[in-house]
């Protein structure tokens, strides 16, 4: 009898070390049963046994039974619904870490500063996430902003430009959601020590930071520019401000890339060279410098600035000091097209001629 248990003890004991051994063996190891990549969707109220067969299935573990018992041994973590995506061996153990902390499928996307709706729409739809007249209906929609500024048209100028980690399986209308919590907490940022503008509404600081953004490169030119702003705007002048008429047309669908003299006439209430005051609405999505600058624009007396060829801008208090600029301006983009001239000639081919955005102001003087 002795000796039966004997043997009976060493058979489990054998057991025990044989399934400890194939469970290391299983936990430890590597595995790859897919070609390329494997995207697998873990259903919402699934159980471990049944995302483990899951698993196990589309080849991302060996065996389903021994995931199941890892993620047993591991029950306070529970798994996470969501579309991930698998390209690379994995052990049972990081396979059940990646479902567990819910690692899904994100696709990197970058909105740069003053983007607007129609280019982020563009930028959506090459990322595979969400078509581009699905997101601009969304983007359409100021349901999402509406508590904080009830009276702009569009979310254009909330759809704050960062670089966004975006699951796969999205809609367009969670993308904009996304996009709009971070504007609020730029936004909380932005006005921490003064919470409540003074004399503008949220809907007038950030149409100011979008018409900002777009004249200057130069974070430091930012506050002067938006007080050259608040001077027109207090003295009746028209703000003549180029990127509002480039709007108009992108609005309209005519804009080809350059602003022509003839295109300053396109009746829209987004032209500021026929309407007084600021456009109803933004004209892209500043960033947190040009949101902080207008909220608080430089005290200056300036009322005229024009591009200096070197990324910002020459600024004038007279229409003649102006003037002045914009021959500048105009002999710079001269001798920039003789050394052009030059470069062709001594490389005996055509060189694409560079062209600035600024070119076209640099011909009108009224500014």
């Known amino acids: 009898m002795r000796r039966l248990v004997a043997v009976l003890l060493l058979i489990v004991g054998l057991a025990v070390v044989a399934a400890g051994g194939w469970l290391a063996y299983e936990w430890y190891t590597p595995y790859q049963g897919y070609r390329g990549s494997a995207v697998i969707d873990v259903p919402k109220g699934a159980t471990s046994q049944q995302i483990a067969g899951l698993l196990a299935r589309k080849g991302a573990v060996q065996s389903a039974l021994a995931f199941e018992i890892w993620s047993r041994w591991h029950h ?23 479902v567990a902390e819910g690692r899904i499928w994100t696709v990197s996307l970058t909105v740069p500063e003053g983007w607007t709706m129609f280019d982020i729409a563009d930028a959506v739809a090459r990322a595979g996430l969400a078509s581009r007249a699905a997101f601009l209906q969304a983007a359409r929609n100021p349901a999402p902003i509406r508590q904080l500024a009830p009276n702009v048209p569009t979310l254009e100028g909330f759809l704050f430009p960062a670089t966004y980690d975006v699951p796969h399986r999205t809609t367009a209308k969670a993308i904009v959601d996304m996009m709009v919590r971070r504007f609020r907490q730029a936004w909380a940022k932005a006005t921490q020590k003064d919470p409540k503008p003074k004399n503008m509404s949220l809907e007038q600081v950030v149409t100011l930071a979008s018409l900002v953004q777009e004249e200057t490169p130069e974070e430091k030119e930012r506050p002067i520019i938006a007080g050259v702003f608040m001077n027109r705007l207090r003295l009746g002048f028209p703000l003549q401000c180029d990127p509002t008429v480039i709007y108009a047309l992108k609005l309209a669908g005519h804009y080809d890339g350059q602003l022509q003299p003839a295109e300053l006439r396109i009746r829209s209430p987004y032209n500021t060279y026929l309407h007084y005051g600021l456009p109803p609405g933004p004209i892209g999505n500043p960033g947190i410098a040009s949101l902080e600058a207008a909220l608080a624009p430089a005290h200056v007396d300036y009322l005229y600035f024009v591009a200096n060829g070197k990324g910002g801008h020459a600024f004038s208090r007279t229409l003649a000091g102006q003037e002045r600029n914009v021959e500048r301006y105009r002999e710079f983009l001269q001798r920039e097209k003789e050394k052009q001239e030059q470069k062709e000639k001594k490389g005996g081919g055509l060189l694409s001629q560079s062209k600035t955005s600024r070119t076209s102001r640099a011909n009108r003087s009224q500014r």
């Open 76 to 98: 306070g973590r529970n798994l996470e619904a969501g579309e991930y995506h698998f390209d690379h061996p994995m052990t049972p153990r990081e396979v059940f870490n990646q």
